[in-house]
């Protein structure tokens, strides 16, 4: 799995050289729309500059893909590590109002990152 992040400089192009992907990309608010195809060998997916995506091996074995960058320095924010991971950490209470979860989920997130 690649997890869930965005590159705020780039567009990514991603071809499979081989196995069987899922991909996918949400879009911006006020949509939220969620787009995600199985790419197989040969299939190539562009990921929008900015966008939160993800890459998952769906197939049995491994999966072999290139990525290409529009930029030279694209920057990549992983979502799960920025938000859960940041030190200091962002405030217990603004992160469950947010989420929408008790503090307690919060801090079990924030002890894997």
Known sequence: IVPLHTHPRAIEILTVIEGSL???FVTSNPGNRHITKILKKGDVFVFPVGLIHYQRN?????AVAIAALSSQ????????????GSKPDISTDLLAKAFQVDKSAVWQLQAKF
């Open 22 to 24: 899922e991909v996918g």
């Open 58 to 62: 769906i197939g049995y074995g491994n």
């Open 73 to 84: 320095n694209p920057g990549v924010i992983t979502i799960a590590n920025t938000v859960f």
